[in-house]
């Protein structure tokens, strides 16, 4: 079955980094697009960062454009989430998801359990 785990999570000062990662399994990770998604506390979900089934192309919401940086290594079934200048207000839930497809347009089907990042002076 599919299984989405993410890990690197912590307390961070502001100005600081985080690595995300986000290990797959269970499906052809290579052919599907991937994504970041967080959830701040009492807030909803928020769509962060995507990236094509090869890499080929990625893409950001304004909110972290700049500062976040996702990548993934189809030869570790991982992708990750590189966060700089951390701002109190990236502190959040921070989830995985598989898409659906290879290039993330049709929606994702698949989320994990979510790593807490914590912004926080």
């Known amino acids: 079955q599919v299984q989405l785990v993410e890990s690197g999570g912590g307390l961070a000062q502001p100005g600081g980094s985080l690595r995300l990662s986000c290990a797959a399994s269970?499906?052809?990770?290579?052919?599907?697009?991937m994504s970041w998604a967080r959830q701040a506390p009492g807030k909803g979900l928020e769509w962060v960062s995507g990236?094509?089934?090869?890499?080929?192309?990625?893409y950001y919401a304004d909110s972290v454009k700049g500062r976040f940086t996702i990548s993934r290594d189809n030869t570790k079934n991982t992708v990750y989430l590189q966060i700089n200048s951390q701002r109190p207000e990236d502190t959040a839930l921070y989830y995985c998801s598989k898409g659906v497809d290879g290039v993330g347009w049709g929606g994702y089907d698949y989320w994990g359990q979510g790593t807490q990042v914590t912004v926080s002076s």
């Open positions: 269970g499906f052809t990770f290579s052919a599907y697009a």
């Open positions: 990236i094509y089934s090869d890499g080929s192309d990625t």
